[in-house]
Protein backbone atom coordinates (compact mmCIF):
# COMPACT_ATOMS: atom_id res chain seq x y z
CA UNK A 1 0.00 0.00 0.00
CA UNK A 2 1.48 3.16 -0.99
CA UNK A 3 1.23 6.60 0.92
CA UNK A 4 -1.97 7.95 -1.19
CA UNK A 5 -3.70 5.12 -0.27
CA UNK A 6 -3.13 5.44 3.71
CA UNK A 7 -4.11 8.65 2.91
CA UNK A 8 -7.52 7.51 0.96
CA UNK A 9 -7.87 4.49 4.04
CA UNK A 10 -7.60 6.73 6.57
CA UNK A 11 -10.01 9.48 4.80
CA UNK A 12 -12.60 6.44 4.52
CA UNK A 13 -12.72 5.77 8.27
CA UNK A 14 -13.01 9.31 9.56
CA UNK A 15 -16.00 9.28 7.40
CA UNK A 16 -17.20 5.75 8.48
CA UNK A 17 -16.90 7.82 12.17
CA UNK A 18 -18.44 11.00 11.58
CA UNK A 19 -21.48 9.61 9.52
CA UNK A 20 -22.00 7.48 12.44
CA UNK A 21 -21.78 9.63 15.29
CA UNK A 22 -23.89 11.99 13.36
CA UNK A 23 -26.35 9.38 13.13
CA UNK A 24 -26.19 7.99 16.58
CA UNK A 25 -26.69 11.42 17.77
CA UNK A 26 -29.90 11.96 16.11
CA UNK A 27 -31.35 8.25 17.18
CA UNK A 28 -30.59 9.39 20.68
CA UNK A 29 -32.53 12.70 19.52
CA UNK A 30 -35.25 10.80 17.84
CA UNK A 31 -36.05 8.24 20.59
CA UNK A 32 -34.94 10.84 23.98
CA UNK A 33 -39.10 12.02 24.30
CA UNK A 34 -40.63 8.40 24.54
CA UNK A 35 -38.35 7.04 27.27
CA UNK A 36 -38.94 7.57 30.97
CA UNK A 37 -35.41 7.90 32.31
CA UNK A 38 -33.81 10.57 29.98
CA UNK A 39 -30.49 9.89 31.35
CA UNK A 40 -30.07 6.84 30.20
CA UNK A 41 -31.35 7.88 26.20
CA UNK A 42 -27.38 7.71 25.54
CA UNK A 43 -27.00 3.83 25.38
CA UNK A 44 -29.51 3.32 22.12
CA UNK A 45 -27.08 5.75 20.94
CA UNK A 46 -23.99 3.88 22.24
CA UNK A 47 -25.68 0.52 21.12
CA UNK A 48 -26.18 1.45 17.43
CA UNK A 49 -22.90 2.87 17.31
CA UNK A 50 -21.36 -0.39 18.27
CA UNK A 51 -23.26 -2.56 15.95
CA UNK A 52 -22.50 0.30 13.13
CA UNK A 53 -18.57 0.00 13.77
CA UNK A 54 -19.09 -4.12 13.79
CA UNK A 55 -20.34 -4.21 10.17
CA UNK A 56 -18.11 -1.45 8.89
CA UNK A 57 -15.36 -3.76 9.79
CA UNK A 58 -16.70 -6.95 9.33
CA UNK A 59 -14.34 -9.33 8.23
CA UNK A 60 -16.54 -11.29 5.96
CA UNK A 61 -19.46 -9.36 3.76
CA UNK A 62 -22.86 -8.64 4.93
CA UNK A 63 -26.58 -7.56 3.18
CA UNK A 64 -27.13 -4.10 3.87
CA UNK A 65 -30.66 -4.79 4.21
CA UNK A 66 -29.70 -7.39 6.72
CA UNK A 67 -27.42 -4.56 8.51
CA UNK A 68 -30.74 -1.91 8.75
CA UNK A 69 -32.75 -4.63 10.42
CA UNK A 70 -30.25 -5.67 13.10
CA UNK A 71 -29.10 -2.03 13.84
CA UNK A 72 -32.87 -1.23 14.73
CA UNK A 73 -33.59 -4.31 16.40
CA UNK A 74 -30.63 -2.98 18.64
CA UNK A 75 -31.83 0.15 19.32
CA UNK A 76 -35.20 -1.73 19.65
CA UNK A 77 -33.57 -3.93 22.46
CA UNK A 78 -31.60 -1.00 24.30
CA UNK A 79 -34.88 1.00 24.68
CA UNK A 80 -37.06 -1.92 25.91
CA UNK A 81 -34.49 -2.86 28.55
CA UNK A 82 -33.83 0.99 29.56
CA UNK A 83 -38.01 1.07 29.63
CA UNK A 84 -40.35 -1.90 29.48
CA UNK A 85 -43.75 0.30 28.84
CA UNK A 86 -45.28 1.31 25.50
CA UNK A 87 -43.40 -1.68 23.52
CA UNK A 88 -44.99 -1.14 20.26
CA UNK A 89 -44.35 2.43 20.29
CA UNK A 90 -40.42 1.25 20.17
CA UNK A 91 -40.53 -0.85 17.79
CA UNK A 92 -42.40 1.74 15.64
CA UNK A 93 -39.47 4.41 17.00
CA UNK A 94 -36.64 1.72 15.40
CA UNK A 95 -37.96 0.61 12.21
CA UNK A 96 -39.46 4.52 11.21
CA UNK A 97 -35.63 5.80 12.39
CA UNK A 98 -33.57 3.56 10.42
CA UNK A 99 -36.32 3.83 7.17
CA UNK A 100 -35.48 8.12 7.23
CA UNK A 101 -31.83 7.19 8.03
CA UNK A 102 -31.32 5.30 4.59
CA UNK A 103 -33.64 7.23 3.08
CA UNK A 104 -31.60 10.49 4.13
CA UNK A 105 -28.20 8.91 3.11
CA UNK A 106 -29.45 7.86 -0.51
CA UNK A 107 -30.44 11.29 -1.12
CA UNK A 108 -26.84 12.53 0.32
CA UNK A 109 -25.63 9.56 -1.90
CA UNK A 110 -27.62 10.41 -4.85
CA UNK A 111 -26.63 14.22 -4.68
CA UNK A 112 -22.94 13.47 -4.50
CA UNK A 113 -22.79 11.42 -7.53
CA UNK A 114 -23.71 14.23 -9.56
CA UNK A 115 -21.70 16.56 -7.84
CA UNK A 116 -18.81 13.57 -8.73
CA UNK A 117 -19.88 13.52 -12.13
CA UNK A 118 -19.93 16.98 -12.96
CA UNK A 119 -16.48 17.07 -11.40
CA UNK A 120 -15.26 14.68 -13.44
CA UNK A 121 -16.31 16.28 -16.51
CA UNK A 122 -15.34 19.75 -15.56
CA UNK A 123 -12.23 18.91 -14.86
CA UNK A 124 -10.85 15.32 -17.12
CA UNK A 125 -6.91 15.48 -15.98
CA UNK A 126 -6.32 15.97 -12.58
CA UNK A 127 -3.37 14.27 -10.80
CA UNK A 128 -3.61 11.86 -7.68
CA UNK A 129 -3.69 14.38 -5.01
CA UNK A 130 -6.32 16.59 -6.53
CA UNK A 131 -8.29 13.35 -6.96
CA UNK A 132 -7.59 12.62 -2.80
CA UNK A 133 -8.48 16.35 -1.91
CA UNK A 134 -11.31 16.16 -4.18
CA UNK A 135 -12.36 12.72 -2.01
CA UNK A 136 -12.08 14.79 1.19
CA UNK A 137 -14.08 17.54 0.39
CA UNK A 138 -16.78 15.34 -1.33
CA UNK A 139 -16.86 13.25 1.74
CA UNK A 140 -16.62 16.09 4.33
CA UNK A 141 -19.70 17.69 2.36
CA UNK A 142 -21.57 14.70 2.46
CA UNK A 143 -20.89 14.12 6.06
CA UNK A 144 -22.33 17.67 6.92
CA UNK A 145 -24.81 17.61 4.34
CA UNK A 146 -26.19 14.04 5.69
CA UNK A 147 -25.96 14.87 9.32
CA UNK A 148 -28.10 18.01 9.01
CA UNK A 149 -30.79 16.24 7.21
CA UNK A 150 -30.96 13.57 9.43
CA UNK A 151 -31.47 16.08 12.26
CA UNK A 152 -33.70 17.70 9.75
CA UNK A 153 -35.77 14.85 9.38
CA UNK A 154 -35.89 13.86 12.59
CA UNK A 155 -37.12 16.97 13.75
CA UNK A 156 -39.86 17.03 11.25
CA UNK A 157 -40.89 12.97 12.42
CA UNK A 158 -41.28 14.26 16.25
CA UNK A 159 -43.65 17.02 14.42
CA UNK A 160 -46.13 15.40 12.38
CA UNK A 161 -45.87 12.49 15.43
CA UNK A 162 -45.62 14.21 18.05
CA UNK A 163 -43.71 13.57 21.63
CA UNK A 164 -46.13 11.75 23.68
CA UNK A 165 -45.50 8.44 25.40
CA UNK A 166 -48.65 6.62 24.82
CA UNK A 167 -49.79 2.71 23.88
CA UNK A 168 -50.16 1.79 20.52
CA UNK A 169 -52.12 -1.39 19.30
CA UNK A 170 -51.45 -3.46 16.52
CA UNK A 171 -53.70 -2.08 13.85
CA UNK A 172 -52.08 1.41 15.20
CA UNK A 173 -48.51 -0.17 14.32
CA UNK A 174 -49.21 -1.63 11.46
CA UNK A 175 -50.81 2.22 10.10
CA UNK A 176 -47.30 3.61 11.15
CA UNK A 177 -45.02 0.85 10.23
CA UNK A 178 -46.35 0.00 6.82
CA UNK A 179 -45.23 2.56 4.73
CA UNK A 180 -41.68 2.42 6.50
CA UNK A 181 -41.22 -1.26 5.51
CA UNK A 182 -43.06 -0.75 2.20
CA UNK A 183 -40.14 1.82 1.00
CA UNK A 184 -36.94 -0.15 2.95
CA UNK A 185 -38.54 -3.42 1.08
CA UNK A 186 -38.78 -1.56 -2.09
CA UNK A 187 -35.31 -0.11 -1.92
CA UNK A 188 -33.93 -3.75 -1.00
CA UNK A 189 -34.92 -4.87 -4.21
CA UNK A 190 -33.97 -1.52 -6.24
CA UNK A 191 -29.82 -2.51 -4.60
CA UNK A 192 -30.53 -6.38 -5.36
CA UNK A 193 -31.17 -5.57 -9.08
CA UNK A 194 -28.40 -2.57 -8.87
CA UNK A 195 -26.03 -5.19 -7.19
CA UNK A 196 -26.73 -7.79 -10.40
CA UNK A 197 -26.02 -5.39 -13.07
CA UNK A 198 -22.64 -3.94 -11.43
CA UNK A 199 -21.54 -7.41 -10.91
CA UNK A 200 -22.62 -8.59 -14.36
CA UNK A 201 -21.15 -5.73 -16.47
CA UNK A 202 -18.97 -3.98 -14.13
CA UNK A 203 -20.24 -0.91 -14.50
CA UNK A 204 -22.69 1.50 -11.82
CA UNK A 205 -26.01 2.41 -13.25
CA UNK A 206 -25.22 5.61 -12.68
CA UNK A 207 -22.09 6.26 -14.68
CA UNK A 208 -24.56 4.86 -17.91
CA UNK A 209 -28.26 6.24 -16.66
CA UNK A 210 -27.69 10.32 -16.13
CA UNK A 211 -31.36 10.10 -14.78
CA UNK A 212 -31.14 6.61 -12.44
CA UNK A 213 -29.59 9.28 -9.89
CA UNK A 214 -32.60 11.70 -9.89
CA UNK A 215 -35.13 9.16 -9.92
CA UNK A 216 -33.49 7.61 -6.95
CA UNK A 217 -33.49 10.56 -5.29
CA UNK A 218 -37.21 11.42 -6.18
CA UNK A 219 -37.78 8.11 -4.56
CA UNK A 220 -36.32 8.69 -1.50
CA UNK A 221 -38.03 11.23 -0.96
CA UNK A 222 -41.38 10.56 -2.18
CA UNK A 223 -40.83 7.74 0.66
CA UNK A 224 -40.04 10.24 3.83
CA UNK A 225 -43.06 12.45 3.07
CA UNK A 226 -45.15 9.17 2.74
CA UNK A 227 -44.22 8.23 6.36
CA UNK A 228 -44.19 11.94 7.53
CA UNK A 229 -47.97 12.40 6.04
CA UNK A 230 -48.63 9.10 7.85
CA UNK A 231 -47.40 10.03 11.17
CA UNK A 232 -48.81 13.61 10.50
CA UNK A 233 -52.64 12.26 10.06
CA UNK A 234 -52.40 9.13 12.71
CA UNK A 235 -51.62 11.89 15.21
CA UNK A 236 -54.62 14.09 14.16
CA UNK A 237 -56.59 11.37 14.13
CA UNK A 238 -55.78 10.47 17.57
CA UNK A 239 -56.28 14.09 18.76
CA UNK A 240 -59.79 13.72 17.17
CA UNK A 241 -60.05 10.20 19.64
CA UNK A 242 -59.07 12.66 22.10
CA UNK A 243 -61.19 15.31 21.69
CA UNK A 244 -64.52 13.51 20.96
CA UNK A 245 -63.89 11.57 24.57
CA UNK A 246 -63.19 14.38 26.16
CA UNK A 247 -66.48 15.44 24.65
CA UNK A 248 -67.83 12.41 25.58
CA UNK A 249 -66.73 12.63 29.75
CA UNK A 250 -68.48 15.92 29.56
CA UNK A 251 -71.52 14.99 28.48
CA UNK A 252 -71.40 12.36 30.92
CA UNK A 253 -70.54 14.92 33.60
CA UNK A 254 -73.72 17.05 32.48
CA UNK A 255 -75.96 14.05 32.57
CA UNK A 256 -74.68 13.30 36.28
CA UNK A 257 -75.26 16.88 37.13
CA UNK A 258 -78.40 16.66 35.77
CA UNK A 259 -79.03 13.84 37.68
CA UNK A 260 -77.89 15.51 41.06
CA UNK A 261 -80.25 18.23 40.82
CA UNK A 262 -82.81 15.74 39.83
CA UNK A 263 -82.12 14.20 43.10
CA UNK A 264 -82.08 17.35 44.86
CA UNK A 265 -85.47 18.39 44.06
CA UNK A 266 -86.89 15.35 44.85
CA UNK A 267 -85.55 15.54 48.29
CA UNK A 268 -86.67 19.16 48.66
CA UNK A 269 -90.36 17.95 47.26
CA UNK A 270 -89.92 15.16 50.12
CA UNK A 271 -88.95 17.79 52.71
CA UNK A 272 -92.06 20.02 52.05
CA UNK A 273 -94.26 16.86 52.05
CA UNK A 274 -92.89 15.89 55.34
CA UNK A 275 -92.99 19.83 56.46
CA UNK A 276 -96.67 19.48 55.73
CA UNK A 277 -97.26 16.58 57.99
CA UNK A 278 -95.05 17.47 60.94
CA UNK A 279 -98.34 19.13 62.30
CA UNK A 280 -100.67 15.68 62.31
CA UNK A 281 -97.01 14.05 63.21
CA UNK A 282 -96.67 16.10 66.45
CA UNK A 283 -100.16 15.84 67.34
CA UNK A 284 -100.34 12.15 67.17
CA UNK A 285 -97.31 11.67 69.52
CA UNK A 286 -99.18 14.36 71.69
CA UNK A 287 -102.16 11.62 72.02
CA UNK A 288 -99.76 9.14 72.54
CA UNK A 289 -98.17 10.67 75.41
CA UNK A 290 -101.46 12.19 77.06
CA UNK A 291 -102.52 8.38 77.05
CA UNK A 292 -99.60 7.01 78.11
CA UNK A 293 -98.57 5.10 75.59
CA UNK A 294 -94.86 5.86 76.06
CA UNK A 295 -93.89 2.56 73.78
CA UNK A 296 -95.88 3.28 70.63
CA UNK A 297 -94.97 6.99 71.29
CA UNK A 298 -91.31 6.00 71.35
CA UNK A 299 -92.04 3.42 68.24
CA UNK A 300 -93.24 6.36 66.32
CA UNK A 301 -91.11 8.46 67.09
CA UNK A 302 -88.17 6.38 65.76
CA UNK A 303 -89.66 6.01 62.26
CA UNK A 304 -90.32 9.51 62.24
CA UNK A 305 -86.88 10.28 63.08
CA UNK A 306 -85.72 8.18 60.12
CA UNK A 307 -87.98 9.59 57.85
CA UNK A 308 -86.40 13.18 58.37
CA UNK A 309 -82.75 11.23 57.91
CA UNK A 310 -83.89 9.52 54.36
CA UNK A 311 -85.00 13.37 53.32
CA UNK A 312 -81.67 15.09 54.75
CA UNK A 313 -78.68 15.44 53.03
CA UNK A 314 -75.26 13.39 55.24
CA UNK A 315 -73.78 16.32 54.34
CA UNK A 316 -74.06 20.42 54.70
CA UNK A 317 -71.63 22.14 52.46
CA UNK A 318 -73.79 25.66 51.79
CA UNK A 319 -74.88 24.03 48.28
CA UNK A 320 -77.54 21.42 47.14
CA UNK A 321 -75.47 20.21 44.61
CA UNK A 322 -72.45 19.65 46.81
CA UNK A 323 -74.55 18.23 49.00
CA UNK A 324 -75.79 15.64 46.62
CA UNK A 325 -72.41 14.56 45.54
CA UNK A 326 -70.37 14.41 48.75
CA UNK A 327 -73.89 12.33 50.14
CA UNK A 328 -73.39 10.44 47.18
CA UNK A 329 -69.49 9.93 47.29
CA UNK A 330 -69.66 9.36 50.95
CA UNK A 331 -72.35 6.00 50.73
CA UNK A 332 -69.71 4.88 48.41
CA UNK A 333 -67.24 5.25 50.50
CA UNK A 334 -68.83 3.65 53.39
CA UNK A 335 -69.36 0.48 51.13
CA UNK A 336 -66.37 0.19 50.17
CA UNK A 337 -65.00 0.77 53.74
CA UNK A 338 -63.31 4.00 53.13
CA UNK A 339 -63.24 6.24 55.98
CA UNK A 340 -64.48 9.69 54.06
CA UNK A 341 -63.73 13.47 57.09
CA UNK A 342 -65.63 16.17 54.59
CA UNK A 343 -64.62 19.69 55.72
CA UNK A 344 -66.37 21.20 52.66
CA UNK A 345 -67.96 24.10 52.86
CA UNK A 346 -69.11 26.00 49.00
CA UNK A 347 -67.84 29.28 48.78
CA UNK A 348 -69.32 32.50 49.39
CA UNK A 349 -71.59 35.08 46.88
CA UNK A 350 -72.10 33.52 43.78
CA UNK A 351 -68.71 34.07 41.45
CA UNK A 352 -68.13 30.37 40.90
CA UNK A 353 -70.51 27.94 39.51
CA UNK A 354 -71.88 25.18 41.07
CA UNK A 355 -71.53 23.15 37.66
CA UNK A 356 -67.57 23.42 37.74
CA UNK A 357 -67.40 22.72 41.80
CA UNK A 358 -69.08 19.84 40.99
CA UNK A 359 -66.75 19.00 38.17
CA UNK A 360 -63.97 19.45 40.24
CA UNK A 361 -65.33 17.63 43.16
CA UNK A 362 -66.90 14.21 41.03
CA UNK A 363 -63.19 13.52 39.29
CA UNK A 364 -61.26 14.68 42.19
CA UNK A 365 -63.59 12.25 44.84
CA UNK A 366 -63.47 9.31 42.28
CA UNK A 367 -60.06 9.43 41.22
CA UNK A 368 -59.52 9.57 45.01
CA UNK A 369 -61.76 6.29 45.32
CA UNK A 370 -59.93 4.23 42.24
CA UNK A 371 -56.79 5.19 43.36
CA UNK A 372 -57.18 4.06 46.68
CA UNK A 373 -58.49 0.88 45.73
CA UNK A 374 -55.83 0.21 43.46
CA UNK A 375 -53.15 0.73 46.36
CA UNK A 376 -55.34 -1.31 48.63
CA UNK A 377 -54.94 -3.91 46.08
CA UNK A 378 -51.43 -4.09 45.52
CA UNK A 379 -50.83 -3.93 49.62
CA UNK A 380 -52.73 -7.10 49.76
CA UNK A 381 -50.50 -8.61 47.14
CA UNK A 382 -47.49 -7.66 48.52
CA UNK A 383 -48.38 -8.75 51.95
CA UNK A 384 -49.44 -12.48 50.70
CA UNK A 385 -46.35 -12.97 48.32
CA UNK A 386 -44.31 -12.03 51.45
CA UNK A 387 -41.83 -14.67 50.64
CA UNK A 388 -40.80 -12.63 47.45
CA UNK A 389 -40.63 -9.71 49.45
CA UNK A 390 -37.47 -7.78 51.16
CA UNK A 391 -38.06 -7.96 54.99
CA UNK A 392 -38.01 -4.22 55.24
CA UNK A 393 -40.61 -4.11 52.07
CA UNK A 394 -42.67 -7.18 54.37
CA UNK A 395 -42.75 -4.50 57.28
CA UNK A 396 -43.47 -1.76 55.85
CA UNK A 397 -46.73 -3.61 53.62
CA UNK A 398 -48.04 -4.91 56.66
CA UNK A 399 -48.26 -1.95 58.64
CA UNK A 400 -49.99 -0.31 55.33
CA UNK A 401 -52.18 -3.43 55.27
CA UNK A 402 -53.06 -2.72 58.77
CA UNK A 403 -54.38 0.85 58.38
CA UNK A 404 -57.87 1.81 56.51
CA UNK A 405 -57.72 3.72 53.67
CA UNK A 406 -58.73 7.06 53.68
CA UNK A 407 -59.82 10.39 51.92
CA UNK A 408 -60.31 13.84 52.99
CA UNK A 409 -61.72 16.65 51.42
CA UNK A 410 -61.19 20.13 53.01
CA UNK A 411 -62.22 23.62 51.31
CA UNK A 412 -60.78 27.54 53.10
CA UNK A 413 -60.87 30.74 51.80
CA UNK A 414 -57.29 32.32 51.32
CA UNK A 415 -57.88 36.20 50.86
CA UNK A 416 -60.05 35.96 47.54
CA UNK A 417 -58.76 32.54 46.31
CA UNK A 418 -60.89 29.21 47.34
CA UNK A 419 -58.63 26.55 47.39
CA UNK A 420 -59.93 22.75 47.85
CA UNK A 421 -57.89 20.00 48.73
CA UNK A 422 -58.42 16.38 48.25
CA UNK A 423 -56.23 13.81 49.98
CA UNK A 424 -56.65 9.90 49.91
CA UNK A 425 -54.02 7.17 51.50
CA UNK A 426 -51.62 6.56 48.84
CA UNK A 427 -48.55 4.09 48.92
CA UNK A 428 -47.61 3.63 45.43
CA UNK A 429 -45.24 5.60 43.28
CA UNK A 430 -46.88 8.47 41.40
CA UNK A 431 -45.51 8.83 37.83
CA UNK A 432 -46.35 11.42 35.44
CA UNK A 433 -46.47 12.22 32.06
CA UNK A 434 -44.12 14.77 30.46
CA UNK A 435 -46.56 16.10 27.88
CA UNK A 436 -49.26 17.37 30.59
CA UNK A 437 -47.66 17.06 33.85
CA UNK A 438 -50.07 15.34 35.13
CA UNK A 439 -49.86 11.57 36.99
CA UNK A 440 -50.40 9.05 34.41
CA UNK A 441 -53.61 7.25 34.58
CA UNK A 442 -53.51 3.27 34.68
CA UNK A 443 -57.09 3.06 33.04
CA UNK A 444 -57.13 1.56 29.75
CA UNK A 445 -61.32 2.16 28.99
CA UNK A 446 -62.47 4.67 26.88
CA UNK A 447 -62.92 7.65 28.72
CA UNK A 448 -60.78 7.47 30.78
CA UNK A 449 -57.76 9.47 32.30
CA UNK A 450 -59.67 12.99 31.63
CA UNK A 451 -60.62 13.63 34.99
CA UNK A 452 -57.71 15.46 36.02
CA UNK A 453 -57.63 17.44 32.76
CA UNK A 454 -61.32 18.23 33.00
CA UNK A 455 -60.53 19.78 36.81
CA UNK A 456 -57.61 21.92 35.33
CA UNK A 457 -59.87 23.03 33.01
CA UNK A 458 -62.34 23.97 35.39
CA UNK A 459 -59.62 25.71 37.63
CA UNK A 460 -58.39 28.03 34.10
CA UNK A 461 -61.96 29.77 33.85
CA UNK A 462 -61.18 31.42 37.26
CA UNK A 463 -57.51 32.05 36.85
CA UNK A 464 -56.95 28.88 39.13
CA UNK A 465 -54.44 26.31 38.52
CA UNK A 466 -54.34 22.72 40.31
CA UNK A 467 -51.06 20.30 41.52
CA UNK A 468 -51.16 17.09 42.68
CA UNK A 469 -48.59 15.27 44.34
CA UNK A 470 -47.41 12.65 47.03
CA UNK A 471 -46.63 14.64 50.73
CA UNK A 472 -47.38 13.38 54.10
CA UNK A 473 -50.80 14.78 54.93
CA UNK A 474 -51.92 14.56 58.75
CA UNK A 475 -48.84 12.27 59.76
CA UNK A 476 -49.49 9.53 56.75
CA UNK A 477 -48.74 9.20 53.47
CA UNK A 478 -50.73 10.67 51.09
CA UNK A 479 -51.59 11.33 47.06
CA UNK A 480 -52.35 15.31 47.53
CA UNK A 481 -54.65 16.65 45.04
CA UNK A 482 -54.93 20.96 45.41
CA UNK A 483 -57.26 23.14 43.46
CA UNK A 484 -57.30 26.95 43.75
CA UNK A 485 -60.14 28.95 42.19
CA UNK A 486 -59.77 32.82 42.16
CA UNK A 487 -63.12 34.73 43.37
CA UNK A 488 -63.48 37.79 41.43
CA UNK A 489 -63.75 41.48 43.78
Known amino acids: MNEIERYYETATVIYQICRTFFTAYCLVFWVKPFLEEKKKTWRVGAAYAAASFFFEWCPFPVNVMLIYVCLAFAAF????????????????????????????????????????????????????????????????????????????????????????????????????????????????????????????????????????????????????????????????????????????????????????????????????????????????????????????????????????????????????????????????MEEKGIIFDCDFHYPPGEKINAFDISIILQNALSNAVEAVERDSAFVKAAVSNGKNASVKEMVSNEKNAGKSAHIAVVSYL???????EVANSYTGELMRDEQSGLPMTTKNGEGHGFGLENIRHAAHKYFGGMEIGKELYAGEECCVLRVMLQIAD
Open 77 to 332: LVMVHIDREYIAQKAFLAVAFFCVRWQAWRIVACVNNEVFRLFVETFPNKTEMIWFVEYVIQTGAETIFGGFLMYGAVKCMLWAYGRRREHMNVKEFLLLATPAVFGAFAYGILRYYQDIYQRDTGRSPWNLYGSYDWLMLLYSVLCFVTILVTAYVFRQWKNEQEEDKKREVFSRQVQDLENHIGEVERLYRDMRKLRHDMGNHLMTLERLYDRGAYEEAEKYAGELRKEVQDVSFHTASGNPVTDVILSGKKRQ
Open 414 to 420: KKNMYMI
